[in-house]
């Protein structure tokens, strides 16, 4: 898988928020996105998931101009801006129900990942209980339960004890060497930065890659 971010420039009214962005992603690779609240890895983010149309420019799926088709790109998992599930429901039930929608898993998958994430003993509680840090590993459990080709995380470890982010983070080295894209965005630079293969900075609408 090849994503490539071409002259990409995103403006909400007068803002310019992103700045002609040009960048290759490749499977098999982790990529760090850094930068304070508010500098647009989110917003680059949803427009790599076609959330978002840029102002200028285009983003390439294997050459396939998602945004212009208005398609979520295929095999692509992401949680942005926190999770957010039916209130009523179980964790697992939650799951359950998004599986239903591309039928490729069932629940022996779904427990799995809920151990994954070190939530199997809180699959029964309704989401409406969950703490922060809950439904953080809900949002992240969604993202890998059906095996995804391309991962987009947006501040995973938010809320997450450190023995499940260690655990997380190896996952993700894993999950690489599979020949999976990862792109994780936050703003703690300590967070990723033994973890990615390649590093952006994102200050006032200008991306800049830092040396490893």
Known sequence: MKIEIK???????ENIVLDNVNMTLES??????????????S????????FYEPTSGSILFDGENVIK?????????????????LPDLTGEENLLLLADIQKIIGKKEIEETLKLVNLYEDKDKKYSKYSLGMKQKLGLAQVFMENPEVIILDEPFNGIEDKTALKLREFLKEEKKKGKLIIIATHIKEDVDKLVDELYKFDEGKITKLEK
Request: hydrophobic letters at 35%; aromatic letters at 10%; a positive charge.
């Open 7 to 13: 002259n990409v420039t995103k403006k909400f009214k």
């Open 28 to 41: 098999g690779k982790i990529y760090g996105f850094i930068g304070r609240n508010g500098s647009g890895k």
């Open 43 to 50: 917003v680059l983010l949803k427009m790599i998931c076609a």
């Open 69 to 85: 088709n208005k398609s979520f790109p295929k095999n692509t998992r992401a949680i942005i801006e926190g999770p957010n599930f």
